[in-house]
């Protein structure tokens, strides 16, 4: 449409018109200077003569905010503008099913009618067919209901039938108790068909303007809410209204709850359905019958990765002695320039791709142990020195208890934490060893911990230096770095400390003036140490110097020596047979040895990682599985032969421990003379005279409440 009659591609200036006549017509254009066309265009045509004397006084304005353009820009064209009528909720992607075919095929037609009230009307057209048809369907309506009345109102009777039927010899008399004259027919089903549709969601439309001092006021309005509502708290509410809210929430907590162990048991199938594979192997899988029994299956299963703990390290792994399935991780480093935050991750078997339970510590963990009678508790020990305890129960994602600088803390990193086993105690207590020397006794309160300090591991200076250099020993290596520790299982009171100059001290809880025996067998840093579950005097070690010795802890020299030429990491005994045990070295192998097979040689080895040391080994405790893990937070599980857990013939009057204690004797008998006789049940009845005396003398030293140093 044209603004004040000026077409639009000649419309360099716009105008505006001022005085005009009364009598102008509409759409006829006025200058001061009229164009030879306008005035050919005026003639033939009935003009008001007003209008052609008064044509010089229009006047043309320009407007200030005129829009200037070039005369390049007016000659070009401007594209047309289109409106096409679309549909915009029309399907753009429609497929319909071809039965000729028999394959979906896509529809390229798309009906673009939107209608938006459809009212069907119920007035026909007296002379149209749609109106001749209806009154034929009627009268037919009509025709078969009288039809129906007077059959109904006729009387049957034998006599008018014969009567009236006299002339018809054809027709045959039925006997009118068993006929009846009545025709029936099945009601044909009506099939109907409706159709149905989603309404779309309604749309509002809404705009609005935000500014900076908008935005201001919104957020001083917000703080003013907060304040009021803290006030309000603080004032304190009616008890009606507490009282009246307590049910809703108890509601959503109770709704939440079964939410959460709905997922979580959804996530679980989901797994299995994942790896069926792999649970059957875990489960069912057997190795071929053979009868060489030098080498052994070494099956992996599981690989367990936590994206948040893919750049550190696994610093302590331990199963949980209830539940079977459940093993907990902790997640620091052993470089010293790289230690940050750990992890405490608890993972199941029954759920490989997340953790069950994770934690967050402000230092890197370096150990942790479950507790043997409370499962639920998780004790941590920390690579500043903190020891803390953890319950998994607890929705509360804190520790529940930690130690401070105020109850004597560590002040090097707690390198192992270990439960004490008495039940009898209603205090729980647990051990730590740490760098800093000391081995500490921690014992939770209700809302604390209080510290006793068990021993100090002071250094024989007399075995390092000579004479005159003993002062200067004394003076530059006061005590010696614990690195890991473990308790006697049937003499609770003695447990054994290594440490990092390669010694094992063999100490009391009763009595911490000096060590009861020193075991001088490696040139470096003890890594593993743990005592036999079946053999109360028996041992073994690990160390970075390539070996793993085993020990009697009635002498200083140890029994069985084992060379790897590499690192090792951590030894451990399996819990289900007295001769079997597994290292992991740091070049990413996992060995298996079996002594009632063969006292030199390994039974079998698994490379769980190429160019990445291993860090810790646990044995499952109820099945024949093992886990191992690996610098990058990457654990594997790996599952073992089942003929390392052959069972022992019974014998009348001796358990299954003392038989697999005796197993273990007559192994060890053929490399040292300790182990010619056989253990008895107290486990110091028939021992050597020299083992007697010096057993003897652990006991007594223990126990004497009066002994000094």
């Known amino acids: 449409m044209w603004g004040n009659n000026v077409p639009p591609n000649q419309g360099k200036k716009r105008t505006s018109l001022t005085q005009v006549p009364m009598g102008i017509r509409r759409g006829h254009r006025m200058s001061l200077a009229p164009l030879h066309r306008d005035e050919e265009s005026l003639q033939g045509e009935d003009v008001n003569p007003m209008v052609q004397t008064c044509s010089s006084a229009v006047l043309r304005v320009k407007p200030k905010d005129q829009l200037q353009l070039s005369p390049e820009e007016l000659k070009k064209r401007m594209p047309p503008r289109i409106l096409y009528p679309q549909n915009p909720r029309a399907p753009k992607n429609l497929a319909l099913y071809s039965f000729k075919e028999k394959l979906f095929k896509r529809d390229e037609q798309i009906e673009q009618t939107a209608f938006h009230l459809v009212v069907d009307g119920a007035l026909l057209h007296v002379e149209s067919q749609e109106a001749m048809d209806q009154e034929e369907f009627w009268r037919q309506r009509e025709e078969e209901a009288a039809r129906k009345r007077s059959i109904e109102s006729v009387d049957i009777s034998i006599e008018d039938d014969v009567q009236q039927n006299n002339g018809d010899e054809g027709r045959v008399l039925r006997n009118q108790f068993n006929y009846g004259d009545r025709a029936s027919q099945t009601a044909t089903q009506t099939i ?8 779309p969601p309604p749309t509002v439309p809404f705009s609005g303007t935000v500014n900076r001092w908008m935005i201001y006021d919104a957020y001083v309005e ?3 809410a907060q304040s009021r509502s803290e006030q309000e708290k603080a004032a304190g509410q009616p008890e009606e209204e507490e009282k009246g809210h307590q049910p809703s929430q108890r509601k959503d907590a109770d709704c939440l709850s079964s939410m959460k162990w709905a997922v979580k048991l959804t996530e679980r199938v989901v797994n299995h359905n994942t790896e069926i594979e792999t649970y059957h192997k875990f489960k069912y899988h057997k190795e071929p019958a053979s009868g060489d029994n030098s080498t052994t299956v070494v099956l992996p299963l599981w690989q367990f990765q936590f994206s948040k703990v893919k750049k550190k390290d696994v610093t302590g792994l331990k199963w949980n002695p209830r539940y079977p399935d459940l093993f907990a991780a902790g997640y620091g480093s052993y470089e010293f320039q790289k230690h940050g935050p750990g992890f405490v991750c608890c993972y199941s078997l029954k759920n490989t791709v997340y953790p069950e339970y994770f934690w967050r510590t402000e230092a890197a963990v370096c150990s942790l142990d479950w507790h043997p009678h409370n499962p639920s508790l998780l004790a941590v020990g920390l690579y500043d020195g903190t020891v803390m305890v953890f319950d998994v129960q607890s929705k509360n994602r804190k520790p529940t208890h930690w130690s ?3 109850v004597n803390k560590h002040t090097d990193p707690v390198w192992d934490v270990r439960w004490d086993n008495d039940n009898s105690s209603s205090t729980l207590r647990f051990y730590s060893v740490s760098g800093d020397g000391r081995v500490t006794s921690w014992s939770l309160m209700k809302n604390k911990l209080e510290s006793e300090e068990v021993t100090l591991l002071k250094l024989d200076n007399s075995q390092m230096s000579t004479g005159k250099d003993t002062a200067d020993a004394t003076a530059l290596i006061g005590v010696a770095a614990g690195t890991c520790f473990d308790f006697n299982p049937s003499q609770p009171h003695i447990f054994l400390v290594g440490t990092v100059e390669g010694r094992i001290f063999k100490c009391s809880k009763n009595y911490s003036g000096q060590y009861l025996q020193t075991y001088e067998g490696h040139d470096m840093s003890v890594t593993g140490l743990e005592w036999n579950p079946f053999h109360p005097r028996i041992f073994i070690s690990s160390s970075s110097d ?13 029994v069985l020596s084992f060379d790897f030429e590499v690192p090792v990491a951590d030894v451990r005994w399996a819990p289900y047979s007295s001769t079997v045990f597994a290292a992991a070295t740091a070049d990413g192998t996992v060995h298996i040895y079996d002594l009632e097979v063969n006292r030199r040689a390994r039974l079998g080895s698994y490379k769980v990682t190429g160019d990445l040391c291993l860090t810790r080994l646990s044995f499952n405790p109820t099945n024949t599985i093992l886990i191992a893990a690996e ?13 390392l857990n052959k069972p022992v013939e019974p014998e009348d009057g001796k358990t299954e421990a003392q038989l697999r204690t005796e197993k273990l004797n007559s192994v060890l008998a053929m490399v040292s003379d300790l182990f010619q006789s056989p253990l008895p049940s107290d486990g110091n009845a028939n021992l050597p005279a020299a083992l007697q005396a010096v057993c003897d003398a652990d006991h007594n030293m223990a126990s004497s409440p009066q002994a000094s140093s």
Not at 192 to 199: I, S, V
Not at 631 to 643: D, M, R, V
Request: overall charge positive; hydrophobic content about 30%; glycine content about 8%.
């Open 192 to 199: 109907r068909e409706r159709g149905a549709a989603t309404r």
């Open 222 to 224: 917000e703080l003013n």
């Open 404 to 406: 401070t600088v105020r």
């Open 546 to 558: 390539w070996t793993v010795k085993i020990w009697d802890h009635s002498t200083s020299v140890p």
């Open 631 to 643: 610098e990058g937070g990457k654990i594997t599980t790996l599952k073992l032969s089942s003929t």
